[in-house]
């Protein structure tokens, strides 16, 4: 019986002893397993941290710097987007045209630079390069177009000069109209020249710009840069006439005006009954300033039929000057009818002039008056063709 215990005791011990084991091992095995179940995840899966390293980017990244001017175009790849604000901004496109290309194509090449301070367009001149505005007519004073370069010779103090620029366009035109509402132009005579003006205006380039000038006692700026004719036509429907004529300040403000203007063909209609006598310019200060630029002035003394008028023969002749020292003419119409063929015959004329550009030989910045000859070589079964521009140019190269 002894014996027999032991046997189960023993066989109770072992059967113990492989249980624990057997409990031991799964354990031992689910722990392993947990321990390496976090490794197969992190593997997985990144960290968050690394999603905090490549944010993506904001839309107010991707916008071009506050700096970066207009006309710059704006960057359009990722690359681009993520330069940082201080960097250089981009050039242009390379189909946008280059400035030099714009200018050299303008109808007056003298026009070297500009500038645009205040909303006031200044241009920069070189007087190395000479400019004429020249009218050709025939025997009979009508225009002739269609002439090429070869036709036409420029001499420069007697001195033969090679053409580098020549152009026939119609281009528009800078126009001050310089209107005289002194007490003597009241009644038929404002009328008529309104009138004139308006068929002007039917006749000239769409796209040329105005100046209006009123001028009794002094010289008024009444429109400023427009190319609203109807604009301008009603500033002189409800002007009164008055006072006396301050005929020189009226034209030096009208030439400085258009100098200033947006195209490079200017000039000024100078429209008046009388001579000056209320002025702080005089004649000299106006013929010099005249010279100085390339406005041309188309002088218009409005006589009266039944009278002789306030213009007199002293009149006559300055205004037959100031528009011969500018490349222009002086006019002196009659009746309401004489008065519209004359601003017919100037809008024509300002369409069909020709634009030619020299660089003169030995150019010394003197200060000297130069004068200037233009012939003109008519084509062949063509008679004697006349000529008409600028007397000369002051040799001066600084900038104005």
Sequence with gaps: ????????????ALCSFFTVALVAAPGSIGTSARQQQPQSEE?????????KTEPQPSPAS?????????????????????????????????????AADKTSKLPLPNISNRLTAGGDDRYIVNSDLITLTVTVTDM???????????AFTIYDDKQEQQITFFSDEDAPVSLGVIFDVSGSMSGDKISRAREALSRFIETSHQGDEYFLIGFNNRAQLLLDRTRDSDALMDK????????????????????EKVTRGTHQKRAVLLISDGQDNSSRYTLSELRRLLKETDVIIYAIGIVNAHDSGTLGFAGRAILEELAGVSGGKAFFPGTGAEMNDTFERIALELRTQYSIGY??????????????????????????????????????????
């Design 62 to 98: 991707t916008s071009a710097p506050a700096s970066v001017e207009p006309n710059v175009a704006a960057p359009t790849t990722s690359a681009t987007s993520s330069a940082p604000a201080s960097a250089a901004p981009s050039t242009p496109t390379s189909n946008a045209k280059p």
């Design 236 to 255: 002189l429907t409800f002007v009164n006439t008055k006072g006396q004529t301050a005929l020189y300040d009226a034209a030096y403000l009208g030439v």
């Design 43 to 51: 593997k997985s899966t990144p960290p968050p941290v690394d999603q």
């Design 140 to 150: 009979y004073g009508r225009f002739v177009t269609g002439l090429s370069q070869k």
């Design 1 to 12: 019986m002894r014996a027999q215990r032991l046997i189960g005791i023993s066989r109770l």
């Design 359 to 400: 660089r003169p030989t030995n150019f010394a910045n003197d200060g000297k008056w130069h004068k200037l000859k233009v012939k003109v070589q008519p084509p062949r079964g063509m008679s004697r063709l006349f000529v008409r521009s600028k007397e000369g140019y002051y040799a001066v190269t600084t900038p104005r």
